[in-house]
């Protein structure tokens, strides 16, 4: 059989493209170019230079917003992209919730990464000035004027002395037939009027009035999905577990109750509301195999990680100069070890998803953040081509990683295919919290070395975790292979890839291994250990835990060293202006080395998403309960496309890592997790929350991240905080006083 | 049966007493404003109004409900000018608080509740009120500002955001028949 009659040569290296997608880390890329052609976006006479942008002959600038929201402001700061080249003001624009599309896949459809603004900062600014000469070369042949007499204002092309004008939709079918310029003119950035101008949320008013529509939310409020069912799933109390059957006779009897079956991920209710779901599903008696991790918790994966700590060599992730003669030659060496603990996302909207097989499509309504994911399990789940699966992202209330796999989507599907009719799977806060993909649990030692004249020669960092990447792709690499790879072999190099993978996932090492600091031996090595947790990616994956670790002991170091924090660090980051920058600012802003009364500080700097971030907390410690008063944060993200969205992101990375600074952690218990909501994995309470300040440097270099990028540096510059203020250095998490 | 007043409409509801009127309001009622987050009265996602009174919905059943009245966030303010909305939502709006927005309509309604009492509270009743509202995106500070703000609308303030174009936002999610 020739490769022709199967399209593109299946290789490796087409199927395991490796780029810096999600967080630095490796995701793997794949080929999608086996899919069936995609739908068109738009009608004909639309003006649409590029996928994203319609403007249609009714008079409306429609955004196709392929990044989905979930907090981070995209729905505002990308059609804001547009509207700049199209001098349009972006409230003006419609925003719809685009579907799974080629040009929206770079090379995967996802929101993460904190990628959003940096990849289409470009793109967009391209499609809309593509767009605006399109219209200025309608409006230029339709009056028989040159272009450059034109200007474009409020939606309309204007020709000042003739008085003529013309609406964008008035223009859009003569601007449709024009060819779409390749490199169209960008504005300069002394024109800009919306881009670096807080340009209000345009989805303020719907998420203060109740009208904004979450997945939860689909099929409520007159949308019309006829004999809309609710499901909940009665799960595995431990990870792996197997049904091995079940007696509903009593869940049956629960008025409401439409049926009970049996699904790949437990017993499925279904029930004409959650109300009637959840109270049968409390009845339901299901007996479930052991599972491969009975047994097994979280101090036992401790313990191994130790043991692997004092067993294993590690895969080298740095190796500059040689640390073991450093170590040999030093004066004084420092050691110390950090544990991070799992973590739950937690999200506010639990995992939701709606589903409906019908005329031969699936449709699946889902709060995702990758919708081509969930296309690709879905079309297993629905046992339909690809090409059947149409996914309708919704708002979704919070992400932060989570609603980047697409587990909870090919249940629904499969739900909605058994029951026969449409169906939404809602899960309980204790199905959330108890089948996550956590952050994954590590254990970490470190040591400098210290030279007679108190300078810091070496550095080393073993690491010891699960690979994030190797986990996940076996599960959904292998659906997102292309639909002409046979299932079996779909399978195969879904395992094959990640085994592949594993070796050398950088998420774990990420913000360990590219330590900005001038130390001539620097070795860096990750040990994997992979106990079985169900992990993902959570909100700065690697980077936040390493941070913690990195930055913590950063002030070991200069403690040890006889330094203040700042000048150490500011010493050795000679070759990092940006970091310099970033620690300058927040040092002036926070007033560095004279805190209020009663209080310390500490400081931390950390990279990751293209943006460089310092923070400094200022903490007081009272009966062994820390409290964070005040965080002066200052951010390298190049140009600043929304500030006060920016201002926004840093806020709530700074929450978010207060969360897991000081509250919260999820313990493993005979194979399943113990906590189940919020009042065993409380979250940061507006009491607890510091007053936040943000500070910006650099605007001149392109955008880059601003989603993750200020959560790393919090948890050190507490526990740098603590240190200052109690002599007790906290290297766990959450940070506990003894 | 029972009777109660929903955002000023009488309704009569047949559903099971014990119903958590979380569930009656959405699945019942068909009204999404207000969230389930936790459904155990932990979070405050699904905080509505009893008589004027924040209440967590998940965890009060319909019985409770009989005879009186109940508010949502849909029937919080009138609207549809920004001007004619619960100084909470316009000091919401103005400060753009609101990321993911899934907690927010708890917030505002615990907001709400407080300066419906207490036009002037200090940043301690602030505190009070609201912390025990989740909220996972960390809009606390914004939150914050917003109920300072929102108690000044409510003294007689007016709200800076004048209007707002309601054709001209998120498209609804659609293709349901797409």
Same mark, same amino acid.
């Given at each position: 059989?020739?490769?022709?009659?199967?399209?593109?040569?299946?290789?490796?290296?087409?199927?395991?493209?490796?780029?810096?997608?999600?967080?630095?880390?490796?995701?793997?890329?794949?080929?999608?170019? $086996?899919?069936?052609?995609?739908?068109?976006?738009?009608?004909?006479?639309?003006?649409?230079?590029?996928?994203?942008?319609?403007?249609?002959?009714?008079?409306?600038?429609?955004?196709?917003?392929?990044?989905?929201?979930?907090?981070?402001?995209?729905?505002?700061?990308?059609?804001?992209?547009?509207?700049?080249?199209?001098?349009?003001?972006?409230?003006?624009?419609?925003?719809?919730?685009?579907?799974?599309?080629?040009?929206?896949?770079?090379?995967?459809?996802?929101?993460?990464?904190?990628?959003?603004?940096?990849?289409?900062?470009?793109?967009?600014?391209?499609? $809309?000035?593509?767009?605006?000469?399109?219209?200025?070369?309608?409006?230029?042949?339709?009056?028989?004027?040159?272009?450059?007499?034109?200007?474009?204002?409020?939606?309309?092309?204007?020709?000042?002395?003739?008085?003529?004008?013309?609406?964008?939709?008035?223009?859009?079918?003569?601007?449709?037939?024009?060819?779409?310029?390749?490199?169209?003119?960008?504005?300069?950035?002394?024109?800009?009027?919306?881009?670096?101008?807080?340009?209000?949320?345009?989805?303020?008013?719907?998420?203060?009035?109740?009208?904004?529509?979450?997945?939860?939310?689909?099929?409520?409020?007159?949308?019309?999905?006829?004999?809309?069912?609710?499901?909940?799933?009665?799960?595995?109390?431990?990870?792996?577990?197997?049904?091995?059957?079940?007696?509903? !006779?009593?869940?049956?009897?629960? &008025?409401?109750?439409?049926?009970?079956?049996?699904?790949?991920?437990?017993?499925?209710?279904?029930?004409?509301?959650?109300?009637?779901?959840?109270?049968?599903?409390?009845?339901?008696?299901?007996?479930?195999?052991?599972?491969?991790?009975?047994?097994?918790?979280?101090?036992?994966?401790?313990?191994?990680?130790?043991?692997?700590?004092?067993?294993?060599?590690?895969?080298?992730?740095?190796?500059?100069?040689?640390?073991?003669?450093?170590?040999?030659?030093?004066?004084?060496?420092?050691?110390?070890?950090?544990?991070?603990?799992?973590?739950?996302?937690?999200?506010?909207? &639990?995992?939701?998803?709606?589903?409906?097989?019908?005329?031969?499509?699936?449709?699946?309504?889902?709060?995702?953040?990758?919708?081509?994911?969930?296309?690709?399990?879905?079309?297993?789940?629905?046992?339909?081509?690809?090409?059947?699966?149409?996914?309708?992202?919704?708002?979704?209330?919070? $992400?932060? !990683?989570?609603? !980047?796999?697409?587990?909870?989507?090919?249940?629904?599907?499969?739900?909605?295919?058994?029951?026969?009719?449409?169906?939404?799977?809602?899960?309980?806060?204790?199905?959330?919290?108890?089948?996550?993909?956590?952050?994954?649990?590590?254990?970490?030692?470190?040591?400098?070395?210290?030279?007679?004249?108190?300078?810091?020669?070496?550095?080393?960092?073993?690491?010891?975790?699960?690979?994030?990447?190797?986990?996940?792709?076996?599960?959904?690499?292998?659906?997102?292979?292309?639909?002409?790879?046979?299932?079996?072999?779909?399978?195969?190099?879904?395992?094959?890839?990640?085994?592949?993978?594993?070796?050398?996932?950088?998420?774990?090492?990420?913000?360990?291994?590219?330590?900005?600091?001038?130390?001539?031996?620097?070795?860096?090595?990750?040990?994997?250990?992979?106990?079985?947790?169900?992990?993902?990616?959570?909100?700065?994956?690697?980077?936040?835990?390493?941070?913690?670790?990195?930055?913590?002991?950063?002030?070991?170091?200069?403690?040890?060293?006889?330094?203040?924090?700042?000048?150490?660090?500011?010493?050795?980051?000679?070759?990092?202006?940006?970091?310099?920058?970033?620690?300058?600012?927040?040092?002036?802003?926070?007033?560095?080395?004279?805190?209020?009364?009663?209080?310390?500080?500490?400081?931390?700097?950390?990279?990751?998403? $293209?943006?460089?971030?310092?923070?400094?907390?200022?903490?007081?410690?009272?009966?062994?309960?820390?409290?964070?008063?005040?965080?002066?944060?200052?951010?390298?993200?190049?140009?600043?496309?929304?500030?006060?969205?920016?201002?926004?992101?840093?806020? #709530?990375?700074?929450?978010?890592?207060?969360?897991?600074?000081?509250?919260?952690?999820?313990?493993?218990?005979?194979? #399943?997790?113990?906590?189940?909501?919020?009042?065993?994995?409380?979250?940061?309470?507006?009491?607890?929350?510091?007053?936040?300040?943000?500070?910006?440097?650099?605007?001149?270099?392109?955008?880059?991240?601003?989603?993750?990028?200020?959560?790393?540096?919090?948890?050190?510059?507490?526990?740098?905080?603590?240190?200052?203020?109690?002599?007790?250095?906290?290297?766990?998490?959450?940070?506990?006083?003894? | 049966?029972?009777?109660?007043?929903?955002?000023?409409?009488? =309704?009569?509801?047949?559903?099971?007493?014990?119903?958590?009127?979380?569930?009656?309001?959405?699945?019942?009622?068909?009204?999404?404003?207000?969230?389930?987050?936790?459904?155990?009265?932990?979070?405050?996602?699904?905080?509505?109004?009893?008589?004027?009174?924040?209440?967590?919905?998940?965890?009060?059943?319909?019985?409770?409900?009989?005879?009186?009245?109940?508010?949502?966030?849909?029937?919080?303010?009138?609207?549809?000018?920004?001007?004619?909305?619960?100084?909470?939502?316009?000091?919401?709006?103005?400060?753009?608080?609101?990321?993911?927005?899934?907690?927010?309509?708890?917030?505002?309604?615990?907001?709400?509740?407080?300066?419906?009492?207490?036009?002037?509270?200090?940043?301690?009743?602030?505190?009070?009120?609201?912390?025990?509202?989740?909220?996972?995106?960390?809009?606390?500070?914004?939150? =914050?500002?917003?109920?300072?703000?929102?108690?000044?609308?409510?003294?007689?303030?007016?709200?800076?955001?004048?209007?707002?174009?309601?054709?001209?936002?998120?498209?609804?999610?659609?293709?349901?028949?797409?």
């Amino acid at each position: 059989m020739s490769t022709d009659k199967l399209g593109p040569a299946l290789t490796r290296r087409s199927l395991l493209k490796t780029s810096a997608v999600a967080g630095g880390g490796l995701i793997v890329g794949v080929n999608l170019s $086996g899919c069936a052609s995609a739908p068109p976006i738009g009608a004909d006479g639309d003006l649409s230079p590029d996928a994203w942008l319609q403007i249609t002959p009714d008079d409306r600038v429609i955004f196709q917003l392929d990044k989905t929201e979930m907090g981070q402001g995209v729905i505002t700061s990308l059609p804001t992209l547009v509207g700049e080249e199209l001098n349009l003001d972006p409230a003006r624009i419609h925003v719809h919730l685009a579907p799974v599309h080629p040009r929206f896949q770079d090379p995967i459809q996802i929101t993460g990464g904190s990628t959003s603004i940096a990849n289409r900062y470009q793109p967009l600014r391209q499609t $809309g000035a593509a767009a605006r000469d399109m219209l200025l070369a309608a409006a230029a042949e339709r009056w028989s004027v040159p272009r450059a007499e034109l200007e474009l204002e409020d939606g309309a092309v204007h020709h000042r002395s003739s008085g003529n004008s013309a609406r964008f939709g008035e223009l859009a079918e003569a601007a449709a037939r024009q060819s779409v310029p390749k490199h169209p003119a960008l504005k300069p950035a002394s024109e800009f009027r919306w881009i670096g101008q807080s340009v209000p949320r345009t989805d303020r008013v719907t998420k203060s009035t109740g009208g904004a529509v979450f997945g939860i939310d689909v099929g409520l409020n007159g949308q019309e999905l006829p004999n809309l069912a609710t499901a909940v799933v009665v799960r595995s109390p431990r990870f792996g577990a197997e049904l091995e059957g079940f007696d509903a !006779g009593e869940a049956r009897r629960i &008025p409401g109750v439409i049926d009970v079956i049996a699904v790949s991920t437990g017993v499925a209710v279904i029930a004409d509301g959650y109300w009637p779901a959840r109270q049968a599903a409390g009845k339901v008696v299901a007996r479930w195999s052991d599972g491969p991790l009975k047994g097994l918790d979280s101090a036992a994966i401790e313990a191994a990680q130790r043991r692997a700590l004092d067993e294993q060599k590690g895969r080298s992730a740095r190796n500059d100069g040689n640390f073991a003669r450093a170590a040999e030659r030093a004066h004084r060496v420092i050691d110390a070890e950090y544990v991070i603990p799992h973590l739950a996302h937690a999200t506010m909207e &639990p995992m939701n998803c709606t589903a409906w097989l019908h005329d031969g499509v699936c449709d699946v309504w889902v709060p995702t953040q990758g919708p081509d994911i969930v296309q690709a399990v879905a079309a297993e789940a629905a046992k339909l081509p690809r090409d059947r699966v149409r996914v309708h992202s919704t708002l979704m209330g919070g $992400g932060f !990683g989570r609603r !980047g796999i697409p587990d909870y989507a090919a249940e629904a599907v499969e739900v909605a295919r058994l029951a026969g009719r449409p169906v939404k799977v809602v899960w309980s806060r204790e199905d959330d919290m108890r089948h996550d993909f956590y952050r994954p649990a590590t254990c970490n030692r470190l040591r400098a070395t210290l030279d007679d004249n108190g300078a810091v020669t070496g550095w080393e960092h073993r690491l010891v975790g699960p690979s994030i990447i190797g986990t996940l792709v076996p599960d959904f690499l292998g659906a997102l292979m292309p639909t002409w790879v046979p299932g079996g072999v779909t399978n195969v190099l879904g395992r094959a890839g990640g085994a592949v993978i594993r070796g050398r996932d950088s998420s774990s090492t990420e913000g360990a291994a590219d330590l900005p600091y001038a130390i001539d031996h620097v070795r860096v090595e990750s040990i994997l250990h992979d106990p079985g947790v169900p992990i993902g990616f959570w909100r700065s994956v690697g980077h936040s835990q390493n941070a913690f670790v990195v930055e913590s002991f950063v002030d070991e170091v200069a403690h040890a060293a006889g330094a203040d924090p700042l000048t150490f660090r500011l010493e050795r980051l000679a070759a990092h202006p940006r970091h310099l920058a970033t620690l300058q600012l927040a040092a002036e802003k926070a007033n560095w080395g004279h805190p209020d009364d009663g209080r310390s500080q500490g400081i931390a700097v950390h990279e990751s998403f $293209g943006s460089v971030v310092t923070e400094i907390a200022e903490v007081s410690v009272d009966n062994g309960r820390i409290r964070v008063h005040r965080v002066v944060c200052a951010i390298d993200c190049g140009l600043v496309i929304n500030p006060d969205i920016v201002r926004a992101q840093m806020e #709530g990375s700074i929450v978010f890592g207060l969360t897991a600074a000081l509250k919260s952690k999820v313990t493993l218990e005979d194979g #399943g997790i113990r906590q189940s909501n919020f009042h065993d994995y409380d979250l940061l309470r507006m009491d607890e929350t510091p007053v936040i300040e943000v500070y910006f440097v650099n605007q001149d270099a392109p955008p880059s991240g601003v989603g993750e990028p200020g959560l790393p540096p919090i948890a050190p510059a507490v526990a740098n905080a603590v240190f200052a203020a109690t002599g007790q250095r906290l290297r766990t998490m959450p940070l506990r006083l003894a | 049966m029972v009777e109660f007043e929903l955002n000023g409409v009488a =309704r009569r509801v047949d559903m099971p007493a014990d119903t958590p009127l979380l569930w009656v309001i959405r699945d019942g009622l068909g009204l999404p404003g207000t969230k389930f987050g936790c459904g155990m009265g932990l979070c405050g996602a699904c905080t509505i109004h009893l008589d004027g009174q924040p209440i967590r919905s998940c965890a009060i059943p319909l019985a409770a409900a009989a005879g009186r009245r109940l508010t949502t966030i849909e029937g919080l303010g009138a609207g549809p000018a920004i001007s004619d909305l619960h100084p909470a939502q316009q000091a919401w709006i103005e400060g753009s608080v609101a990321h993911c927005g899934y907690c927010e309509s708890g917030q505002i309604m615990a907001a709400a509740a407080l300066i419906d009492a207490n036009d002037d509270p200090s940043d301690a009743e602030i505190d009070s009120a609201l912390s025990g509202n989740l909220c996972r995106c960390g809009t606390y500070p914004r939150i =914050r500002a917003a109920v300072r703000r929102a108690a000044e609308l409510k003294r007689g303030g007016e709200t800076v955001v004048q209007s707002f174009d309601p054709n001209v936002a998120i498209a609804p999610v659609g293709g349901l028949r797409a």
